[in-house]
C-alpha cells in the first residue's frame, strides 16, 4: 500500500525559500514517477513539477527558475526547493505517485505573505 507523508509547508514571507520533502513508502520507490501538485483556495489541483525513475524533471511555467524538484531513491523521498516565494504560490502542496498511477500524499500547506 502506497503512502506519502509530506513535511516541510510553513508560513514564509514573500522573496523567502522553502524545503519541501516527501517520504515514501509501501512502493518500489526506484522505478516510478513522482511529482509535487498544488491546490490553492477556490482553484483546481495543479502540476508544478515532475521527476521520472531516471531524475528527468519537468516544470509548470509559473515555477520555472524558481523551484528544483530531486529525488533520493535511498532514502526514498523527493524534495521540492523552492525559492523567490511569491504570495500567489500560497496553496496545499501535494506529493504524488504519477506513475504506474497517480497517487497523492495528504498535502501540506505553504502560505507566503506579501
Known amino acids: 500500500q502506497v503512502q506519502l507523508k509530506e513535511s516541510g509547508g510553513g508560513l514564509v514571507q514573500a522573496g523567502g525559500s522553502l524545503r519541501l520533502s516527501c517520504a515514501a513508502s509501501?512502493?518500489?520507490?526506484?522505478?516510478?514517477?513522482m511529482g509535487w501538485y498544488r491546490q490553492a483556495p477556490g482553484k483546481q489541483r495543479e502540476l508544478v513539477a515532475a521527476?521520472?525513475?531516471?531524475?528527468?524533471?519537468n516544470y509548470a511555467d509559473f515555477v520555472k527558475g524558481r523551484f528544483t524538484i530531486s529525488r533520493d531513491n535511498a532514502k526514498n523521498t523527493v524534495y521540492l526547493q523552492m525559492n523567490s516565494l511569491k504570495p500567489e504560490d500560497t496553496a496545499v502542496y501535494y506529493c504524488?505517485?504519477?506513475?504506474?498511477?497517480?497517487?497523492w500524499g495528504q498535502g501540506t500547506q505553504v502560505t507566503v505573505s506579501s
Open positions: 521527476i521520472t525513475s531516471s531524475s528527468t524533471t
Open positions: 504524488a505517485q504519477i506513475r504506474p498511477y497517480l497517487f
Open positions: 509501501g512502493v518500489a520507490f526506484r522505478v516510478i514517477d
